[in-house]
């Protein structure tokens, strides 16, 4: 995150998805375009793609990469916290 991420004038978004049952995540490729990378959690529906719709940039390859990482964290915990609750063993908190 930038400073300017902390700044109060800046206008902001918050999504929180709680994730159940339905769910679908699909990365649509093409041969002359930029891929959209779409989410779907119950009603609820969001894609990723680079801002002008034509051009990866430095940027978004940076954001892509970032997320990769945010995601592979999640998971790994996600197995953590699995494999102490099929052990019996309560998951120790903050672990990763």
Known sequence: MTSHDTDPARSFTTLSLHVGADWATVCHLYPHRPPILSVTVGPTSFTLA?????????????????????????????????????NDEPPAENAA
Do not use: K, S
């Not at 430095?58 to 964290?73: I, K």
């Open 50 to 86: 680079p801002a002008d719709g034509d051009t990866v940039t430095a940027d978004h390859l940076q954001f892509a990469r970032t997320l990769l990482d945010a995601v592979n964290t999640y998971l790994v915990d996600c197995e953590r916290i699995t494999r102490a609750t099929q």
